[in-house]
């Protein structure tokens, strides 16, 4: 079983639900990153998500466009980034880790060797922004076989016909993006989130997980009422980058704290 469906098993049996924090690789530099990951473990987290820095991410807004800047001025490539993650994966066998990005590396790297190089690293889903379900098929095939699972993004303007084609396609866990808008939007509307995840019931059995304008422990816990899982990113990339000059150890408990009453909430 995959260490995704795995998790997320584990959590129904124990009634709690998914805190997924998101960092971008390589920020402010790859030497940081195994640490801040295993901090955002300590602090809770089940599933880490996990950008590939890319020089033009259009759904990103200015935080993580500025994580992705900070990376790539320090050295971070698809290749480093899968170094990073085969080496959190030596240090941890349990925590499932997703790789975001964009297509643009990945096709330039080669989709069967990524795929392949993926599995090898220890990645267990992938979250390509801008694959969109109809050019998906060998591209997907290529995870397909390493058993990576696909995660899409579905948002408050997708139809009901098409979540329940991505759904179909999809695995793991499938992404509902709370606001229309880019990462790190404002607050979201919890009774607009709970409407449409469950419509997006009747489509889909597998575990729904909510991001964008997810910032505190308050709406986190509101958000995990009625999701399976949280994903949070900007804020955190926001704290990165406010302590980026100081010690990583600094780093890593700036995001404990954060996290940490995150998941004290949601677990309440
Ligand atoms: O930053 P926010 O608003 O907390 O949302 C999570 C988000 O950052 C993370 O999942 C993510 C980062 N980049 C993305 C691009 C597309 C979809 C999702 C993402």
């Known amino acids: ?37 295993k901090a955002l473990v300590a602090a809770g987290a ?25 990376s790539l001025e320090a050295g971070t490539s698809v290749r480093k980034t899968l170094q990073i993650i085969a080496e959190f994966r030596q240090q941890d066998k349990v925590t499932p880790v997703v790789l975001m990005g964009y297509l643009n590396p990945i096709e330039f790297f080669g989709y069967q060797a ?65 606001v229309k808008g880019v990462t790190g939007s404002a607050e979201l509307d919890v009774d607009s989130v709970k409407k449409h995840v469950d419509s997006l019931r009747e489509v889909t059995s597998l ?24 994903i949070v990113g900007s804020v955190l990339v926001n704290t990165i980058a406010e302590n980026k000059d100081s010690q990583k150890e600094l780093i890593a408990d700036a995001l404990g704290s954060i996290l940490a009453p995150m998941r004290a909430e949601m677990d309440a």
């Open 46 to 70: 089940d599933v880490i998500e996990i950008g590939m820095p890319f020089s033009d991410p259009m759904a990103d807004g200015p935080v993580i466009q500025l994580a992705c800047e900070r």
């Open 207 to 230: 575990p729904i997980g909510v991001g964008f304008g997810i910032r505190d422990a308050k709406t986190a816990a509101a958000v995990s009422k009625c999701a399976d899982g949280v």
């Open 1 to 37: 079983m995959s260490r995704i469906k795995q998790s997320f098993e584990n959590l129904a049996k124990s009634g709690k639900k998914a805190l997924i924090p998101y960092i971008t690789a390589g920020d402010p530099s790859p030497e940081h990153t195994v640490t801040l990951m």
């Open 114 to 178: 990524f795929a392949d190089a993926a599995k090898e690293a220890g990645v267990d889903g992938i979250l390509l922004v801008d694959l969109t379900p109809e050019e998906a098929t060998d591209v997907v095939e290529c995870f397909r076989q390493n058993e990576i699972d696909l995660i899409y993004l579905l948002s408050p303007t997708t139809t009901p016909e098409r979540a329940k084609k991505i759904c179909d396609l999809a695995s793991g866990y499938v992404y509902y993006v709370s």
